[in-house]
T-cell receptor
Framework: NAGVTQTPKFQVLKTGQSMTLQCAQD?????MSWYRQDPGMGLRLIHY???????DQGEVPNGYNVSRSTTEDFPLRLLSAAPSQTSVYFC??????????????FGPGTRLTVL | LAKTTQPISMDSYEGQEVNITCSHN???????ITWYQQFPSQGPRFIIQ???TKVTNEVASLFIPADRKSSTLSLPRVSLSDTAVYYC?????????????FGTGTQLKVEL
């Protein structure tokens, strides 16, 4: 198993550009999520999904879109990049249990810089 | 939202036991408490999860009092490689238990 994979590892964008961060998992996990982590800070939830075709907002969703067409993939789209979106982005996946989420597996992260 | 509060930083020496406490006053009935470890430039890694009383695995113990308004992660005999940020999470039932929020974490520094 590759676990959770993220591409690209590094990306530099100019203000106003759009791009998609890719996330894939091969563990057949129902639950997937995107977090951002600013320097010296904790992780903040952007969007999450409890299964294919179902997504919902986290605490910082503005400026980002997601879709979940398959169980394996959960791409994150930046619509019009802004310097405030400079951050490290982590994707995570987990089995969805009856009483909440158990262990989340995190990808290696994508380091995004917006100039 | 079930928010958590942890100390910003802690220092310890190799071989000592380290206890990191997390406060979560608004924890909901069905919420679980989960702890993660994060090294620089890496994604967080699951350490332990519990609902009440005590849970132990090969790397840590988790103590949860009866009121569940706090929890304590215990790391026995820490080493230099345990230097990391430790996060306490509580499941948020507003999102069906799936809207998990990380707090600011505790930076643990272990010295010789």
């Amino acid at each position: 198993n590759a676990g959770v994979t993220q591409t690209p590892k590094f990306q530099v964008l100019k203000t106003g550009q759009s791009m998609t961060l890719q996330c894939a998992q091969d563990m057949n996990h129902e639950y997937m999520s995107w977090y951002r982590q600013d320097p010296g800070m904790g992780l903040r939830l952007i969007h999450y999904s409890v299964g294919a075709g179902i997504t919902d907002q986290g605490e910082v969703p503005n400026g980002y879109n997601v879709s979940r067409s398959t169980t394996e993939d959960f791409p994150l789209r930046l619509l019009s990049a802004a310097p405030s979106q400079t951050s490290v982005y982590f994707c995570a996946s987990s089995y969805r249990r009856l009483a909440g989420v158990r262990e989340q597996f995190f990808g290696p992260g994508t380091r995004l810089t917006v100039l | 939202l079930a928010k958590t509060t942890q100390p910003i930083s802690m220092d310890s020496y190799e071989g000592q036991e380290v206890n990191i406490t997390c406060s979560h006053n608004n924890i909901a009935t069905n919420d679980y408490i989960t702890w993660y470890q994060q090294f620089p430039s890496q994604g967080p890694r699951f350490i332990i999860q519990g609902y009440k009383t005590k849970v132990t695995n090969e790397v840590a113990s988790l103590f949860i009092p009866a009121d569940r308004k706090s929890s304590t992660l215990s790391l026995p005999r820490v080493s230099l490689s345990d230097t990391a940020v430790y996060y306490c999470l509580v499941g948020d039932m507003q999102g069906g238990g799936n809207k998990l929020t990380f707090g600011t974490g505790t930076q643990l520094k272990v010295e010789l």
